[in-house]
């Protein structure tokens, strides 16, 4: 899979970020579809843009959207939808009383939107992505709205009931509809050689949200074991690390460290906690080493069919090149297309080692591919 990068949110100096225009993905959307001819993609996360579309309350325009559906139909492309992926109204935040109540009715009319363009399709969607990492950047480090410290629990508990309520009104208008949950799939060890019960707690802190969401956790807020459907789980080369010490485990060492644990591994763990289909939902890598990566990631994903896991696929994101949300000078390096867009270009820049670490990676799994007898196959 293919996804585009599409953060709206108000960024550390509290300026609006729009990586879908800045990446002039929006410009030539038809174009970047054909492109993921080369690797046989047809499947993409995309975002709604919550900021773009409700300017005002309970007022959607939806026009855009349709313009990005209207391109799916034309190149045969699946479209998996992030409603919130970092970004909300101006007028809201997490903290806001009305905020669940506001995301609710954004996310059942656009489900009422889309069943008048595409009726019988199947719609995947994620609610708000990260929600983990939301409550971290905007309630701990203040990072984006609402720029807190020491409030990440209340936040993520808001952006959870948002999340249940959102899940309400979807099912509302389309019990069809499936949910994909993404999170950051972590690791978080202890300075020490003795385990330190701060650092496992942290660890097990991550699990939160898929508890809330079935009930287990904070029932109040009506979390039910069904509506944990589908998880993407997003993982990078900084999501294993030291605790209090904040240094990242290093990746290329994998199992010459005892405390870096393998992809595969912490996906066998987190099925075997919820029993659900999953997909890597974000992965890559800054950089020249993007086809070292991918090349791990490869024999990860073998590992995991060869476990007969239900790995549905793996999505590389970004696939274009995109700037930093605080310093918006500075390009990323991580796409599979490296160009720094502008407006009158038409034509992107294709990263060759990158482009061939994937087509390789693709190759490599095959076998394995074919081989996963997984119960959801086909559900």
């Known amino acids: 899979m293919a996804g585009y990068e599409c953060a709206d949110q108000m960024n550390a100096f509290g300026q609006r970020v729009d990586l879908l225009s800045a990446t002039g993905h929006l410009d030539i959307i038809e174009e970047d579809y054909q492109n993921l001819g080369l690797f046989n993609m047809t499947t993409v996360r995309e975002g709604v843009r919550w900021s773009v579309v409700e300017k005002q309350p309970y007022v959607y325009d939806w026009s855009v959207v349709g313009k990005m559906l209207d391109a799916g139909k034309t190149c045969n492309i699946q479209q998996v939808w992030d409603l919130c992926h970092f970004g909300f109204p101006d007028d809201l935040s997490p903290l806001h009383p009305m905020f669940a109540k506001r995301f609710a009715s954004f996310c059942n009319s656009f489900v009422h939107y889309y069943r008048t363009k595409l009726p019988d ?205 605080d310093f918006t000078d500075t390009w990323h390096e991580s796409g599979i297309w490296d160009d720094v867009y502008k407006p009158a270009q038409s034509q992107r820049t294709l990263d060759m080692p990158t482009a061939k670490s994937i087509l390789k990676a693709q190759e490599y799994i095959k076998e394995f591919q074919y081989s996963n007898q997984s119960p959801y196959v086909g559900q």
């Not at 719609?123 to 203040?142: A, H, R």
């Not at 969401?213 to 944990?228: A, Q």
């Not at 024999?299 to 007969?308: D, F, Q, R, S, Y």
């Open 121 to 325: 399709d199947i719609l995947v969607l994620t609610p708000i992505n990260e929600v983990s990492f939301l409550s971290w950047l905007g309630g701990e480090v203040k990072g984006t709205s609402p720029w807190c410290n020491r409030q990440g629990w209340e936040i993520k508990y808001n952006l959870m009931q948002a999340y249940i309520e959102a899940i309400e009104a979807i099912k509302a208008a389309d019990p069809r509809v499936r949910v994909m949950m993404t999170e950051p799939l972590i690791n978080i060890v202890s300075p020490g050689k003795e385990e330190d019960e701060a650092a496992r707690a942290r660890h097990e802190s991550q699990f939160q949200v898929f508890d809330m969401i079935t009930g287990k956790l904070c029932p109040e807020l009506r979390g039910k074991p069904e509506y944990l459907d589908i998880i993407g789980f997003n993982f990078y080369f900084n999501n294993e690390w030291i605790f209090q010490v904040e240094e990242f485990l290093d990746w290329k060492k994998g199992s010459k460290d005892p405390r870096y644990s393998p992809l595969h591994i912490l996906l066998k763990t987190v099925y075997e906690r919820y029993q659900r289909p999953f997909i890597i939902a974000e992965t890559s890598h800054p950089k020249t080493d993007r086809p070292l990566w991918m090349e791990m990631i490869s024999h990860e994903i073998a590992e995991v069919l060869k476990a007969n896991l239900p790995l549905w696929g793996v999505c590389w994101y970004p696939a274009l090149n995109r700037p930093d949300w």
